[in-house]
Nanobody, 123 residues
Framework: QVQLVESGGGLVQPGGSLRLSCAAS????????MAWYRQAPGKERELVAA??????????NYADSVKDRFTISRDNAKNTVYLQMNSLKPEDTAVYYC??????????????WGQGTQVTVSS
């Protein structure tokens, strides 16, 4: 069974930092784009950052609201994507979801979501 498991959320004060991790597990043959989304109460889910496979920095996309504060990175050997969040603001409070395009050994490609991890920025 293929799944994405996030960790690293929590409560942090404004200006603080958190690092989210998302590990893909199961019968994975290829991992395509890995991304982080977030959803705040009463708002639609939005893309935070996306890192296509291939590793070129200029292929990485960030939401304007997190540019220069958040950094997405991948460890392909560990099938893991990270989101380093610095200078956190109260408006960053949301449930953060990992998302990835995964191809299994049966050559089936699907888009997968993690279960979500809560990030709360508050004093």
């Amino acid at each position: 069974q293929v799944q994405l498991v996030e960790s690293g959320g929590g409560l942090v004060q404004p200006g603080g930092s958190l690092r989210l991790s998302c590990a893909a597990s199961g019968s994975i043959f290829i991992i395509g784009t890995m991304a982080w989304y977030r959803q705040a109460p009463g708002k639609e889910r939005e893309l935070v950052a996306a890192a296509p496979s291939g590793g070129r920095i200029n292929w990485i996309n960030y939401a304007d609201s997190v540019k220069d504060r958040f950094t997405i990175s991948r460890d392909n050997a560990k099938n893991t994507v990270y989101l380093q969040m610095n200078s956190l603001k109260p408006e960053d409070t949301a449930v953060y979801y990992c998302n990835a395009d995964l191809t299994t050994y049966t050559r089936v490609t699907r888009n997968y979501w993690g279960q979500g991890t809560q990030v709360t920025v508050s004093s």
